[in-house]
């Protein structure tokens, strides 16, 4: 059973120590800004996934002035809490501490949406690759091992790359050995990709044109560096220019998905509120992928009400109606607002108001 | 300063403050003390109870104990076929005459041999690399032992290399690597077998590695014919 009964957070962000307790399958967390609103799904998202999803580097997810923080979560019969501390994360289960984390991961599955997410569109390619990278890793572990030893050899090439000095007779055949295996591992990330990446439009451009009631199309266009099969030739094709650029300049490590509307670049074409649009589209997407996974995942609304006007929210809460979600938890400045946009959906919606 | 760290988990900022100014009222001692503290694993507390130990002995004693261990560090000396450690000249496994001449061992240290000749179940000769392929860690093919090795089959006589490194990435890299080096001279190039270990439990198994063993199964005579073919 997921449903979120109780989180307690000590010294996360601006909690000092502070319990909530859950009731509802709809959280309406409420208060002005700066009490702690995201911060709060934030805690709710670490549980699920043992990072924050706004911040990498732990310690600035430390109450200020601390050096660690604790999370700890009530999933029905199970307790999860997540430590971090000088430096060092432990994952407990039920008092017993998790051997790897990877056990944990998939476990509970989240999704957020946050204003932050306008980053997707119009920030580079890294932040598109990690989020693709997210949903196969979430469906496939194979695809994750895969990715892992992608990087390490990555690394690995980069750092040849840089020093390069001995004899270059060296250099080449251990440049070899390192364009085989990133070819070899690599040639599965590309594959999968593709297979993903002829999914995903379709669905969408069927939540799309669900949440803002227009007729525009919207795509998702997959740029790859090359065919699976092709990829030992282009890094060998790409050798010199490595040499002396001394990193690895082409390889799936480089690729990039083009969001498109009416089928021109999304990022200078669209108004904010078509980016708005596509963006919980592409979260819907991500729902309806980890349904598809068998999970039940929680979402995480932040400042939804501030970024859709009402005609499209109300579209977003008759599609989550479809949905099979654990919980949704959202944030609001106002309660009675949340309370009058929320209740045709969410009858027993619970009000957590904080800051008070 | 590493020898504080493992003590202020367990006390504290007062206890380190207090092993940074332990009063020795000897000189010696104190410099006795920082002298065993730098081995791997011995703390200041330790260091300390070792030095008051060797000053309840004999010094005839001592000095045959500080003696074993600096003509250990002077005298050892390195195979110059297998860079295995030897005390003079060619190693012990290399000077055996029963040993397999034609089937070498790639080891990365000398651990390895160790860990592999505790087993008896090899009979050949070793090849130590003294580390693995890493450039992240600044070591390129010319750090490791790899010259000497190409030296080895060029005198002929070695019929197969067997590549007992380590299953990580920097292990497969060194074996690829080696195997293209070597892929001119007659000689066959195999590596250790990787899965679920002897008397293991697949429950128990990570998913890695068992997924791997079923992807890389293996027909079933092989479990019976175990004899020894080196």
């Not at chain 1, 596509?278 to 999970?295: C, E, N």
């Not at chain 2, 760290?5 to 940074?20: C, E, M, N, S």
């Not at chain 2, 003079?88 to 041999?113: A, F, K, M, W």
């Not at chain 2, 000497?148 to 690597?177: F, H, K, S």
Request: charged content about 25%; overall charge neutral; aromatic content about 10%.
């Amino acid at each position: 059973m997921s449903f979120l009964e109780k989180i307690s957070v000590t010294q996360f962000r601006n909690f000092t120590a502070d319990t909530f307790t859950f009731q509802s399958p709809a959280v309406g967390i409420t208060g002005l800004n700066g009490v702690g609103k995201t911060n709060l799904l934030d805690a709710i998202y670490y549980l699920c996934y043992t990072k924050s999803y706004f911040q990498s580097r732990e310690l600035n997810n430390a109450q200020r002035g601390t050096a660690g923080f604790r999370i700890e979560g009530r999933f029905g019969e199970e307790q999860i809490v997540c430590k971090w501390k000088e430096g060092k994360k432990t994952l407990e289960h039920d008092g017993a501490l998790y051997e790897k984390v990877t056990e944990h991961i998939g476990k509970y599955t989240a999704v957020m949406i946050a204003p932050d997410d306008i980053e997707l569109i119009n920030e580079g390619s890294e932040l598109r690759r990690k989020f693709i990278d997210g949903l196969l890793s979430q469906s496939d572990p194979f695809y994750l091992e895969q990715l892992l030893a992608y990087q390490k050899y990555l690394a690995q090439r980069n750092a040849l790359l840089r020093q390069q000095g001995g004899q270059q007779q060296h250099i080449h055949s251990l440049l070899d050995v390192y364009d085989q295996q990133l070819a070899q591992h690599g040639a599965y990330l590309v594959q999968e990709r593709e297979k993903l990446s002829a999914q995903i439009p379709a669905l969408v451009q069927q939540y799309y044109a669900a949440v803002s009631g227009d007729a525009e199309r919207v795509g998702l266009q997959y740029r790859r560096c090359a065919g699976p099969q092709q990829l030992f030739a282009l890094l060998q094709g790409s050798r010199r220019r490595d040499i002396e650029y001394k990193r690895t300049l082409t390889g799936p490590h480089t690729e990039d998905w083009l969001f498109t509307i009416e089928d021109c670049p999304l990022k200078s074409y669209a108004s904010q509120g078509q980016k708005k649009s596509f963006l919980v589209s592409l979260k819907l997407a991500h729902i309806s992928w980890l349904q598809g996974l068998g999970k039940k995942p929680f979402l995480l609304l932040d400042d939804i009400f501030e970024k859709l006007d009402r005609r499209r929210l109300l579209h977003l809460f008759a599609l989550l109606q479809q949905c099979s979600l654990s919980q949704v938890f959202m944030t609001h400045t106002s309660a009675e607002d949340l309370t009058q946009t929320v209740h045709p959906y969410y009858k027993d919606m619970q009000l957590v108001p904080l800051g008070s | 300063m590493p020898f504080a760290t493992g003590f202020v988990i367990f006390a504290g900022k007062a206890l380190r403050v207090f092993l940074y100014n332990m009063i020795f009222s000897s000189r010696l001692i104190e410099d006795a003390v920082d002298a065993f503290s730098r081995l791997p694993g011995i703390g200041r507390k330790t260091a300390l109870r070792m030095v008051l130990h060797l000053l309840k002995e004999d010094k005839d004693s001592v000095s045959r104990f500080s003696d074993t261990i600096s003509r250990m560090r002077s005298d050892i000396c390195f195979c110059p076929q297998c860079n295995n450690i030897s005390d003079n000249g060619p190693c012990g496994i290399c000077s055996d005459p029963l040993r397999n001449r034609t089937i070498v061992c790639v080891v990365e240290n000398i651990r390895d041999v160790i860990s592999i000749e505790s087993t008896r179940q090899f009979n050949g000769l070793y090849h130590v690399l003294g580390g693995l392929l890493s450039p992240l860690d600044g070591i390129g093919p010319d750090q490791l032992q790899l010259s000497n090795l190409i030296g080895r089959l060029d005198q002929g006589g070695i019929e197969e290399i067997i590549m007992a490194l380590n299953p990580t990435i920097e292990g497969d890299t060194t074996v690829y690597y080696i195997s293209r080096q070597l892929r001119d001279f007659p000689v066959r190039i195999t590596g250790i077998a990787r899965g679920v270990s002897f008397g293991g439990e697949l429950e128990y198994t990570d998913e890695l590695t068992l997924a791997r063993s079923i992807a890389k199964r293996l027909p079933v005579e092989t479990y019976v014919n175990t004899e020894n073919k080196n």
